[in-house]
């Protein structure tokens, strides 16, 4: 007889989406073959290698000999984000366990790449602006002084325009130094917070509401509540309960009033598609791909297709984003470093035109 959890909850760091896309697609695939879920993890467990993976396989097949459900023990291991524990126990009690791990495993997969290209539109222009930072300082604190030093010497006169042009140039390495330590202050924060998940949930807020614009954040949502509701009918919920679970997967968020407007057109007796649609959930094309599937019975593979194509999208956008971002850096650096070579070459001039070069 199967226990429901006398220990206590262990707390560890959450597995983040990579992590819990790898670990849900092995055992789907050790239960797919027939295998049962304390052999699986036997199994996992003989392959492991030393470290934490070992660690925490050990103790949830610790837990799992001892008669706790899967669900129960992941509970129990307290490393498993609580969304991922109900869906597993709705699987159990479904008898479709192994499509929810599956399900559950493309959902976290969807998860990791949309965080990794957020993570990748936001360090890219950063790493850039440092980079434009550091080569503005060297400039204005090395290479600058020893021009002005050899203008002294000569006693070359130095006209108004000029002077400040180098006032200016004196200033932005102090520019320069705060915004390299703006930037690596926030580059630690971030790192802390990522380690938790109401930290991570944090983070994604800030670059929806900071760094992204209402098109981008939009199509970020839509990959996510996507996924979401590819996971929810994958696991044999109903239209309903499926709406209800995403929305909480998703968070509070811009996207959650679309969501309730859209479970409200559906209490008013209009179709999920065409619901999603006019909540803006969906483009036209998307809810009528939804539309068909729904039509022929093929609910859960529309939806997977949807998913997938707006999780394209959301790539596409993001890529589009970095290569805006990316001229418009290079024309800070030019104009930063152009700055700094007028406040060398226009005294130059004025001494070559003075002797009579």
Do not use: W
Not at 123 to 139: E, F, R
């Amino acid at each position: 007889m199967e226990k429901e959890s006398g220990n206590e909850i262990r707390v560890g760091r959450e597995l983040n989406s990579e992590e819990l896309s790898i670990f849900c697609l092995k055992l789907s695939m050790m239960i797919k073959s027939g295998i049962n879920v304390e052999k699986s993890v036997a199994i996992l467990l003989e392959d492991a290698g030393n470290g934490s993976d070992r660690e925490l396989l050990t103790e949830i097949h610790k837990l799992i000999d001892e008669g706790y459900t899967l669900s129960k023990t992941l509970e129990t291991v307290g490393r498993f984000p609580s969304h991922m524990i109900r869906m597993v126990d709705i699987g159990q009690v479904t008898g479709k366990l192994e499509s929810v791990l599956s399900a559950l495993s493309d959902f976290y997969r969807r998860e990791a790449n949309i965080t990794k290209m957020i993570r990748n539109a936001i360090m890219y222009p950063a790493v850039m602006l440092v980079v434009t930072a550091v080569i503005l300082l060297v400039l204005v604190s090395r290479v600058l002084p020893v021009f002005q030093q050899v203008f002294r010497d000569m006693g070359a006169s130095i006209s108004a325009s000029v002077q400040v042009m180098l006032q200016v140039a004196d200033i932005s390495k102090y520019v320069a130094v705060g915004l390299s330590v703006i930037f690596v202050a926030f580059v630690v924060i971030g790192g802390v917070m990522s380690l938790s998940a109401g930290g991570r949930a944090a983070l994604s807020r800030l670059a929806d509401g900071v760094f992204f614009g209402n098109k981008l954040n939009l199509a970020v949502s839509r990959s996510r509540f996507a996924s979401a509701m590819s996971l929810m009918l994958s696991s044999g919920l109903n239209m309903g309960e499926a709406l209800e679970r995403s929305g909480e997967l998703i968070g509070e968020s811009a996207f959650s009033s679309n969501i309730k407007l859209c479970r409200a057109k559906i209490e008013e007796g209009e179709t999920f598609p065409k619901a999603a649609e006019t909540a803006n959930i969906f483009t036209g094309m998307q809810s009528g791909l939804l539309s068909a599937g729904f039509r022929s019975g093929i609910t859960e593979q529309a939806m997977n297709e949807v998913s997938r194509l707006c999780e394209e999208d959301s790539d596409a956008m993001l890529f589009r984003m970095v290569n805006r971002v990316e001229p418009a850096l290079i024309v800070v650096l030019a104009l930063s470093v152009g700055l700094v070579l007028l406040s060398v070459m226009l005294p130059l001039i004025g001494m070559m035109t003075a002797i009579g070069v």
